[in-house]
């Protein structure tokens, strides 16, 4: 990545075309975390209020792969869907693999998932807590896209706490339970009974 100037600066724009609606793509650069973001805009957002918004953490084996592990592709679809047939709304696509903890460490936790702990004690075994993601970035990007106040498509009550705690208005919070499936029945109960997740179809 080259050297960002700024804490978060908008970099690169154009037009993205997709099978759930036409979009805007911004990429973003970050000193903060060292990474490059992504937000897929639908229609004017700037100094827009209300504008329905979701946070996607990357998840390749999810996103690219199809891993049935886990909710994230099903959650990116559904998101990206939803926003495509509407007005204005907003992706935030956060390079934040594994909850943070990155791609290889995620593939450890998923061996130790193997042998019968759960994601967030192989997350614990691994030496990092259940979930290292922050939002000061993702806060940062809602700012620069202009956009005044967002209804937050998250089951994730942590969250909407630390877009609050970074400046971001958050009007509403809209559920989104999509991906569960035999495989992730598990990982689904876990987020809802350690992580709080606000998950009613579990």
């Known amino acids: 990545m080259r050297k960002c100037r700024r804490k978060i600066a908008a970099v690169a724009q154009a037009r993205l075309p997709t099978e759930y609606g036409s979009f ?3 990429a973003f650069c970050s000193s903060l975390d060292r990474k490059e973001h992504i937000a897929i805009v639908r229609g004017d957002v700037k100094g827009a209020e209300n504008v329905p918004l979701r946070i996607h953490s990357e998840c390749l084996t999810g996103d690219v792969f199809h891993s049935l592990r886990c909710d994230c592709r099903a959650q990116l679809e559904a998101a990206l869907r939803k926003i495509g047939r509407l007005r204005r ?3 935030l696509y956060m390079r934040q693999e594994g909850r943070g903890i990155g791609l290889a460490n995620k593939i450890r936790a998923y061996a130790l ?4 702990l759960d994601t967030v004690q192989a997350n614990l075994k691994l030496g990092f807590p259940a979930d290292m993601r922050d939002y000061d970035v993702a806060a940062e990007m809602i700012r620069l896209l202009g956009i005044k106040s967002v209804q937050l498509i998250t089951n994730n009550p942590d969250k909407m706490r630390k877009l609050v705690k970074y400046g971001v208005r958050v009007v509403r919070r809209i559920p ?7 495989h992730n029945e598990e990982y689904l109960r876990v987020k809802k009974s350690k992580m709080r997740h606000l998950l009613s179809g579990v």
């Open 24 to 26: 805007s793509i911004v």
């Open 89 to 91: 709304g907003v992706v």
């Open 113 to 116: 998932q193997d042998r019968g």
């Open 176 to 182: 989104h339970e999509f991906g569960k499936n035999r």
